[in-house]
């Protein structure tokens, strides 16, 4: 059986973007840039976008092009057998993160459909604690799921790339509307105030948890860490520039989240409701609320919703994906067989979420951000100390002149800069969990040690000294 690959380069970068923009942008992008001092918490993540989320994804890229597997068939056919548990590691992010995705993306349907009936306008704080978990939350999980999985099984360039080639077009072009409109309402300059002015005290005052904040969340905006990327890129052939590829998605994806915040923001702004307030609700409570009040709010409200929707689908399909090529991959499982069985599963975990807020809770907020950030920094490491000068020729294959500037130093952030920065965001994840609070030098210094460690591992104690 020949393997899936893309038609063009366009779709392999559109069905990215769309993998990349989703609830992330909409809805968690806005709630933590309220949270976190607005355009404080800006000028970190866009920071971290580019010197980590990047060059990130173009470790993923550099795996999934070199090997043409699925996370576990990958990371055997580049290191070894025992280097499967690795692809395990993204199998199970993966699990995580559409778990909880599936069930957001049944309330945005129910939005979308309730923006045209008006449903929520009455009372919209009643309305989201009514619908958001229990058997109706269930029903609409498993509406977005059946949806998912239809255009999954459709395939590689006959479903994904065809779906995201409409949707993400669509998502601009709606988005931008959106804003234009936004620009007319009365507390417009104020929002924009807020959003894009830099609070330098405020940052210095909470340096490390916005960067925290941040960090998590530019792993989760680009989709990198549970093997989604490295997936898109095993269809796809040697000559394309992956460096290149990246930073158009990367690029799309940013402009796409900063267009979002400009349509939210200042539609808050006019009610005078508070961003800040609200947290993973703010989208369903206050900005659902907003649009009541506003002219045009059953037009508004449906356009608002189903750009979203569009934009959540987009990624469930590229999770739902990882899943299916591993079946199809490793356990010569049909394309129609494996969605079935990834749909069942899903069936059961999200419904399960769906049905226990604080498993939902645990999940998004807390073990996502775990998950991504330990599967990134595994990645990477392998393609730093395993895969080395094989990791470099792959991202210099297809690579133009300005992209080849930056190999060695990719390699190298690859190898050594990232994992320290993402073991000592786990650590300090984890520490968060627990409830232990370590300080900096602390966390930087257990970084350094279990980075070092997992090198020496890898590749004999003398790699260290
Ligand atoms: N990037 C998606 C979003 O921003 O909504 C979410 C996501 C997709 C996260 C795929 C992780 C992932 F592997």
Redesign the pocket.
């Known amino acids: 059986m020949t393997r899936a690959s893309w038609r063009s380069r366009l779709g392999f970068i559109l069905a990215a973007v769309g993998?990349?923009?989703?609830?992330?942008?909409v809805w968690?992008f806005p709630w933590l840039t309220a949270e976190n001092g607005g355009g404080a918490f800006l000028l970190l993540y866009l920071l971290v976008i580019v010197l980590v989320g990047v060059p990130g994804l173009l470790g993923e890229f550099v795996i999934g092009r070199r090997s043409n597997r699925n996370p576990v068939g990958a990371f055997e056919q580049l290191g070894g057998r025992h280097w499967r548990a690795l692809g395990g590691v993204a199998l199970l992010?993966?699990v995580v993160?559409l778990s909880f995705?599936s069930v957001v993306g049944g309330w945005i349907l129910r939005y979308t459909a309730g923006s045209v009936t008006g449903a929520y306008f009455g009372a919209p704080q009643q309305y989201f604690a009514a619908i958001d978990y229990g058997f109706g939350a269930v029903a609409f999980h498993v509406l977005f799921l059946a949806i998912t999985a239809g255009v999954v099984y459709a395939g590689v360039d006959r479903g994904i790339e065809l779906a995201t080639k409409v949707m993400v077009p669509a998502i601009v072009l709606l988005l931008g509307g959106l804003a234009a409109w936004a620009a007319t309402l009365p507390g417009a300059g104020a929002a924009y105030g807020f959003y894009l002015t830099l609070d330098v005290a405020y940052l210095r005052a909470n340096f490390l948890d916005v960067l925290a904040a941040s960090a998590g969340q530019a792993l989760?905006?680009?989709?990198?860490?549970?093997g989604?990327m490295l997936t898109y890129a095993s269809y796809l052939g040697e000559d394309r520039s992956l460096a290149a590829d990246g930073t158009i998605i990367a690029t799309l994806n940013t402009g796409i989240g900063v267009l979002a915040g400009l349509v939210i923001f200042p539609v808050l702004f006019s009610l005078g409701v508070a961003p800040g307030s609200g947290g993973p609700g703010a989208l369903f409570i206050s900005l659902a609320g907003a649009f009541a009040e506003l002219p045009y709010s059953r037009l508004v409200g449906t356009v608002f919703f189903g750009v979203v929707a569009l934009?959540?689908l987009s990624?469930s399909i590229?999770?739902f994906e990882v899943l299916v090529a591993y079946l199809v991959d490793e356990h010569e499982a049909t394309r129609s067989n494996a969605t079935a069985v990834v749909a069942g599963l899903f069936l059961v975990t999200g419904s399960v979420a769906a049905m226990v807020p604080s498993l939902f809770t645990l999940l998004a907020d807390t073990i996502a951000n775990l998950a991504?950030t330990a599967g990134l920094l595994g990645f990477l490491l392998f393609a730093g100390w395993v895969l080395g000068s094989k990791a470099l020729a792959e991202y210099e294959s297809g690579a133009g002149p300005l992209a080849r500037l930056v190999s060695v130093p990719w390699l190298y952030a690859v190898a050594i800069v990232l994992p320290l920065f993402l073991a000592f965001s786990l650590l300090s994840g984890i520490a968060a969990v627990l409830g232990v609070t370590l300080g900096f030098e602390l966390l930087a210094a257990a970084a350094v040690v279990g980075v070092a460690g997992c090198i020496a591992i890898i590749r004999g104690p003398t790699a260290v000294l």
């Open positions: 993998s990349a923009v989703g609830l992330g942008n968690r992010a993966s993160v995705y989760f905006t680009l989709s990198v860490g549970a989604v934009a959540a990624s590229s999770i991504l």
